[in-house]
């Protein structure tokens, strides 16, 4: 069975400060992969996804994932956090193999004004 | 906008009480899903579903069961609720077709405690 792996749960930053959060998975096959976003009271929402193409791929908000498949990996990056980045983030990785999306544990990020 | 309704936003009940978790979308999408959330764990999938009156077990489905009668709405049940049920639980759907597992529309949640 496929496995997301969040290895950051809290992550404290300043604003204008980098953000690199790191997600790890564990399936051979080809998949899709995701990231979503829930702020402070609100719903989970998209932030970005990588179906094929491009492993670069850019999100809402200044947001961008790099895939890559030799690393099993989909991190996260931001150039410069503000405040309201401050929210909870979630991996998660669609493998063709299965008809189910599999979330990592989250990240809790908290941006410091 | 896609809304996805949760018909409660908090809950409590006592164990061994029967739940029900009720959830409305109005974007006639195919696939609803129900995920508990815990801290550290995620989203963990409980059930979906890709048509009415179908269902397919998630990745926990034990303790819980699912009913899809009409196409907007998804209802998950606790039959005999108990303690480590208590959790966060969100409702979600999304397009259909080929791609289950594409962008999810989720709800509000539903805080569930059981005592």
């Known amino acids: 069975a496929q496995s997301v792996s969040q290895h950051n749960h809290h992550v404290i930053l300043s604003e204008a400060a980098s953000l690199e959060l790191g997600c790890n998975y564990s399936?051979?096959?080809?998949?899709?992969l995701f990231w979503y976003v829930q702020y402070p009271g609100q719903h989970l929402q998209l932030l970005l996804k990588?179906?094929?193409?491009?492993?670069l791929v850019k999100g809402i908000k200044g947001f961008e994932a790099e895939f890559i498949k030799s690393k099993f990996s989909f991190n996260l990056r931001k150039p410069s956090v503000q405040w309201s980045d401050t929210a909870e983030y979630f991996c998660?990785?669609?493998?063709?193999?299965?008809?189910?999306?599999?979330f990592g544990g989250g990240t809790r990020l908290m941006v410091k004004p | 906008d896609v809304k996805v309704t949760q018909s409660s936003r908090y809950l409590v009940k006592r164990t061994g009480e029967k739940v029900f978790l009720e959830c409305v979308q109005d974007?006639?999408?195919?696939?609803m899903f129900w995920y508990r959330q815990d801290p550290g764990l995620g989203l963990r999938l409980i059930y979906f579903?890709?048509?009415?009156?179908?269902?397919e077990k998630g990745d926990i489905p034990e303790g819980y069961s699912v009913s899809r009668e009409k196409k907007e709405r998804f209802s998950l049940i606790l039959e005999s609720a108990s303690t480590n049920q208590t959790s966060m639980y969100l409702c979600?759907?999304?397009?259909?077709?080929?791609?289950?597992?594409?962008?999810?529309?989720f709800g509000s949640g539903t805080q569930l405690s059981v005592l």
């Open positions: 979600a759907s999304s397009l259909g077709g080929a791609w289950l597992g594409e962008k999810l529309f």
């Open positions: 974007m006639d999408h195919e696939n």
């Open positions: 399936y051979g096959g080809t998949v899709n």
């Open positions: 998660a990785v669609k493998s063709n193999a299965g008809n189910m999306l599999t």
């Open positions: 990588y179906f094929s193409g491009d492993p």
């Open positions: 579903s890709y048509d009415v009156k179908m269902k």
